[in-house]
């Protein structure tokens, strides 16, 4: 699946839930904070990660299907992420996109399953702040989500998502200038992310603190060998507005 063909997927998925918020059903807008440790690792280093992320969430959900768009917007020249190996090299930016529906399982509407799509874009410092490596892949996401109802109020969310064969482009920059095309021009990538979370709602809001963990491994194309691998995990917070039910 190509980034163009991701986008447009995205799109209409969000403007589905912006267009379907007035119908009956649940629609939520939130954020989410992610306190992050884990493993950047390469052909040559492996480096301890530590950093923070915002997660925007859209979610419009009706009794037989639900629509849920997330994603963390690119942080520029500052990224959520710094290393503490010897060179102090950092992710200086990054930006993730997931775009999933959800169709209910059983009549009991705790369980739900679905996919669509992730779009991941990546710069990173290359043993040096003035080399940098930029890739942006795109492809499916299956995504399995499991509500478990606790006491009144609360409920225990469990969700699960495999995105096993994302595409995308590879560049290189030196100094912020892009360097010519080279063997290394693209790249494939699996990721895993699960979550678990104990939410509380209230008339107007949710409130959610859990625990995420994300594994991302990228390929170069050709010759096929490993590119990069980041493991982050930590724990969350979340609030959700619920602005029509």
């Known amino acids: 699946m190509g980034y163009v063909a991701a986008r447009r997927i995205v799109i209409t998925l969000g403007l589905l839930i912006v267009l379907a918020a007035p119908a009956r059903g649940e629609a939520t807008l939130g954020i989410q904070g992610l306190l992050i440790q884990g493993t950047h690792s390469d052909q040559i280093t492996s480096t301890p990660l530590v950093g923070a992320a915002a997660l925007l969430e859209a979610k419009q959900r009706f009794r037989y299907f639900d629509i849920d768009v997330e994603g963390a917007p690119s942080t520029g020249a500052h990224g959520y992420l710094s290393s503490s190996g010897l060179n ?13 529906a959800h169709a209910r399982l059983g009549p009991t509407g705790r369980y739900w399953a679905g996919g669509g799509v992730t779009v991941i874009n990546q710069i990173t410092a290359v043993g040096a702040q003035q ?26 969310e469990l969700r699960a998502a495999d995105m096993p064969s994302l ?41 959610s603190l859990g625990f995420r963990s994300i594994n991302y491994i990228a390929y170069f194309v050709t010759p096929h060998e490993l590119a990069d691998r980041n493991v982050v995990y930590g724990p969350t917070l979340e609030v959700r507005w619920i602005i029509a039910k």
Request: proline share 4%; no cysteine; net charge negative.
């Open 131 to 156: 080399f940098s490596a930029a890739s942006r892949l795109a492809g499916g996401r299956y995504q399995a989500v499991v509500e478990l109802p606790v006491g009144p109020h609360g409920i225990l």
């Open 167 to 207: 595409h995308g482009s590879l560049s290189f920059a030196l100094g912020g200038f892009q360097l010519p095309a080279n063997q290394f021009t693209s790249e494939t990538a699996e990721a895993t992310d699960w979550s678990a979370a104990y939410t509380l709602r209230s008339t107007h809001f949710a409130y």
């Open 88 to 100: 102090g090299q950092a992710f200086t930016s990054f930006s993730v996109l997931n775009s999933v």
